[in-house]
């Protein structure tokens, strides 16, 4: 098993916009109108309003930021090959910045002197993080760099739950080129092994790529409680048709 960087050095980056469909563009119109949902939105007044996105990919969220009239959205992400990625993407959004850094680093150097106003982390970055200590390091530095009602939006699976037998191999995508397919091994109570498989069709027939990486289980009824130990209240904490729970929290600060 590899760490997150490398799985996505050496395998999930090649495949990660196929993976969420093929179009940047149209995920990122879905994305904007979920954080739209969630009442986000810059600052009307202010031509200095930031927006950051922690573990962006390609982009989606970074460019509906972007769209949603930040003056500044900052993708944050350690795949310097993603993040050349969404640089393609944004080229008419020259709003938009990248930064290669691991993500509970990035805040501070991102805030700097001046206030970040929305801060996201979607799609099972969260569970990217070694441990719950670093979960609430992050919760802590976003509390400390967002302004005064600024929001932070996460989005993550709940794997505290675990599947059994033939339900911990899942389904991701395929067509009539490449499948992707994951399976889970729970190894401990905090950890849970994600084992990636791609097939790509070759000249001579199939070849299969594969690779594994740690997430993290954290309960989302356990984060709530983070986040508000953090100093955030929390405005929204629902589970999505899809799985995927999102929360959103406002600086109380």
């Excluded at 495949?15 to 810059?42: C, F, K, N, P």
């Excluded at 970055?125 to 719950?132: A, G, S």
């Amino acid at each position: 098993m590899t760490d997150q960087s490398a799985h996505y050095r050496d395998l999930l980056a090649h495949h990660y916009s196929w993976m969420l469909g093929g179009d940047v563009e149209q995920v990122a119109t879905q994305d904007r109108l979920a954080l739209e949902g969630l009442s986000i939105a810059a600052p009307g007044s202010s031509r200095n309003s930031v927006a950051v996105d922690l573990g962006c990919g390609p982009g989606p969220q970074t460019l509906a930021l972007a769209d949603m009239g930040f003056a500044t959205v900052v993708g944050v992400d350690t795949s310097q090959e993603l993040l050349a990625e969404l640089a393609q993407h944004a080229s008419s959004r020259p709003a938009v910045q990248t930064l290669q850094a691991d993500l509970v680093d990035a805040l501070p150097e991102v805030a700097g002197q001046r206030s970040i106003d929305a801060i996201v982390c979607m799609r099972d970055t969260l569970l990217h993080l070694p441990d719950h200590n670093a979960v609430d390091v992050l919760l802590a530095r976003a509390a400390a760099s967002l302004a005064a009602e600024g929001t932070l939006v996460l989005t993550y699976r709940d794997l505290t739950q675990p599947l059994e037998g033939v339900d911990r191999f899942l389904p991701v995508r395929s067509d009539s080129d490449r499948i992707m397919l994951c399976a889970l091994d729970y190894d401990s109570p905090d950890r849970v092994t994600v084992n990636d498989l791609v097939y790509t069709r070759t000249p001579t027939g199939w070849q299969l790529h594969k690779s594994s990486y740690p997430k993290l289980r954290i309960a989302p009824d356990d984060l709530v409680k983070r986040l508000e130990s953090a100093g955030f209240s929390v405005t929204h904490h629902a589970q999505q048709p899809g799985g995927m729970w999102t929360t959103a929290a406002r600086s109380s600060r």
